[in-house]
């Protein structure tokens, strides 16, 4: 009771005390004293120390991590070294606050808006992040494509776009996309006798599926809507309704019920073929079970869908767009892009809705950005009248599957212990560790140069569990294994350390 008292009031006067208590030490990985300072550094660099904070003072540190407070004198000023932090004589260690300047230029945010959570982002991007001067970052955080799979012949066709059509190449589109290119994705997205005359009407083209996500919440949601979403879910959604002041419920998908006494949610967001995170596949009874759902109360359904033409054994079940006309009254907006099939920089996305909402989108399109960049599109029309998306998605295919089928054997081998949901396509493997946070996992996981995306960031409200998700789709054998290696290492780590305070 008095230990935790004290820890209450220490916390009251050194703010950031409790983000020191995954710190764990690891032999062999060089002095403490720069342990620490790379840890202080992924602190900053990941802005859960932002601009302008006080770090704790050495003594309250040196006293919680059991150490010499010449050993936190030192790793402080290896941070200043680095440029990260300053010290203000008499009032302590500061990280280094925003140019003055550029922080009067931001005005305060609308007061519906939300801190997005913790930023995760450039380490999600960066997986050559110099964490450490020896020791390259692997990432299994980001849902990033293999560079293997960048498709064929880019190049040829690249050349033969510019050099046979320059002005088209890099000319206006209309705001929805060009013509031939929405009728490609509508037939693609539903080939043979099914597609209507209307159909082109109904795909807008977009800058990658983030925007087509973006159109669909700007025209949906004001301030305090309630949207309906999976538990878990993907976190560039979540911060997306977030970011646009809504109330963000989730449900799990065997009780489809909508919750009582609530505002009636706007739409329901789900993602239901091998889905991020957890690598989830709805059945055909399942996705029958959602459209009725959706027909029962006139909810719209966002489905999106950036994984489903990456199977393993056997193609997915229909998706939400293609099974909605056998059930009468269910809406249906499906989300596409080629960011994992083709690659992420094309920027391609699509939306494909009923009317009256696609000509909305399309208007709301005009205003974000006019249209999506006309070379990507030409581009991904070539791939898409010449066959040659079916022969690369052949070629991937097989590529995701031994990826996958790698990161499991290497989890198998060094860390038996982190239980995996073995996923039939797509990019992840969700995984628990019994009896482990996976946020703090994450903080010891980055000072042994690995991380991954943990858990509390693809749920509405849970500040912890023991979740983790794993892509195994950017990297060779070899860096998997060395990841997972290192991952196992950080666990046992974190382990002894838990052992140790509590001895
Ligand atoms: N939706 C989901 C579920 C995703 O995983 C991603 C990318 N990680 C996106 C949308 C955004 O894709 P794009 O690159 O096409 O904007």
Same mark, same amino acid.
């Given at each position: 009771m008095l230990f935790l008292h004290q820890e209450i009031l220490s916390n009251m006067i050194e703010p950031h005390l409790q983000l020191f208590h995954p710190f764990g030490i690891s032999k062999g990985n060089g002095p403490v004293y720069k342990q620490l300072a790379l840890f202080i550094e992924g602190l900053i660099l990941s802005h859960i120390l932002p601009p302008g904070e006080r770090l704790p003072s050495e003594r309250a540190l040196a006293a919680l991590l059991g150490l010499s407070r010449t050993t936190v004198t030192a790793a402080y000023e290896e941070v200043i070294a680095m440029g990260l932090t300053v010290t203000h004589v008499g009032k302590g260690t500061f990280v280094e606050p925003l140019q003055?300047?550029? /922080?009067?230029?931001?005005?305060?945010?609308?007061? =519906?808006?939300?801190?997005?959570?913790?930023?995760l982002d450039h380490l999600l991007t960066a997986s050559t992040f110099p964490l450490s001067h020896e020791q390259r970052l692997i990432s299994f955080a980001a849902g990033m494509p293999a560079p293997e799979a960048l498709p064929e012949a880019l190049d040829e066709i690249i050349h033969h776009?510019?050099?046979?059509?320059?002005?088209? &190449?890099?000319?206006?589109?209309?705001? &929805?996309?060009?013509? @031939?290119?929405?009728?490609?994705?509508?037939? =693609?997205?539903?080939?043979?006798?099914?597609?209507?005359?209307?159909?082109?009407? @109904?795909? #807008?083209?977009? /800058?990658?599926?983030?925007?087509?996500?973006?159109l669909v919440a700007r025209f949906f949601l004001h301030p305090g809507d309630t949207v309906l979403v @999976?538990?878990?879910t993907a976190l560039g959604a979540l911060q997306l309704f977030k970011a646009y002041g809504a109330h963000v419920l989730d449900s799990d998908l065997v009780h489809l019920v909508l919750p009582p006494q609530q505002q009636k949610p706007r739409f329901f967001y789900v993602l239901p073929t091998w889905q991020n995170p957890s690598g989830r596949c709805l059945n055909y009874e399942e996705r029958l079970a959602l459209l009725r759902f959706s027909a029962r109360y006139?909810?719209?359904?966002?489905?999106?869908?950036?994984y489903g033409p990456i199977w393993f054994d056997a193609p997915p079940p229909p998706s939400l767009w293609k099974l909605a006309s056998s059930v009468p009254g269910a809406i249906v907006i499906s989300l596409g892009t080629v960011s994992k099939i083709l690659a992420t920089g094309l920027r391609l996305g699509w939306l494909r809705s009923p009317q009256p909402y696609a000509t909305a989108f399309a208007q709301l399109k005009q205003t974000a950005d006019l249209h999506t960049n006309t070379l990507?599109?030409?581009? #991904?029309?070539?791939?898409?009248? /010449?066959?040659?998306? !079916? %022969?690369?998605?052949?070629r991937i295919r097989p590529l995701y599957r031994e990826r996958c089928q790698a990161m499991l054997k290497a989890i198998e081998r060094y860390l038996p212990t982190l239980s995996c949901q073995v996923p039939g396509?797509?990019?992840?493997?969700?995984?628990?560790?019994?009896?482990?946070?996976?946020?703090?996992?994450?903080?010891?996981?980055?000072? %042994?140069?690995? /991380?991954?995306?943990?858990?509390?960031?693809?749920?509405?409200? !849970?500040? @912890?569990?023991? =979740?983790?998700?794993?892509s195994f789709a950017a990297h060779a054998r070899e860096d998997t !294994? !060395?990841?997972?290696?290192?991952?196992?290492? &950080?666990? +046992?780590?974190?382990?002894?350390?838990? +052992?140790?305070?509590?001895?």
């Open positions: 003055q300047d550029v /922080t009067n230029l931001v005005p305060p945010p609308p007061p =519906w808006a939300q801190p997005p959570p913790v930023l776009i510019v050099t046979s059509d320059p002005a088209g &190449a890099f000319g206006v589109t209309p705001a &929805a996309g060009l013509p @031939e290119l929405r009728k490609q994705l509508a037939l =693609w997205m539903m080939p043979s006798t099914l597609i209507r005359a209307e159909t082109r009407e @109904e795909v #807008v083209v977009t /800058t990658g599926a983030q925007q087509a996500l973006d @999976e538990r878990p006139a909810l719209p359904l966002v489905e999106d869908d950036p990507a599109q030409w581009i #991904v029309l070539e791939y898409l009248t /010449t066959q040659r998306l !079916e %022969h690369h998605l052949t396509g797509g990019f992840y493997l969700w995984c628990t560790l019994k009896g482990i946070k996976s946020l703090d996992l994450y903080f010891v996981a980055l000072q %042994h140069g690995v /991380t991954f995306l943990p858990g509390p960031s693809c749920y509405v409200d !849970e500040k @912890e569990n023991e =979740w983790l998700r794993l !294994e !060395e990841g997972i290696r290192r991952l196992a290492r &950080a666990v +046992a780590n974190l382990q002894a350390e838990k +052992a140790r305070k509590q001895a």
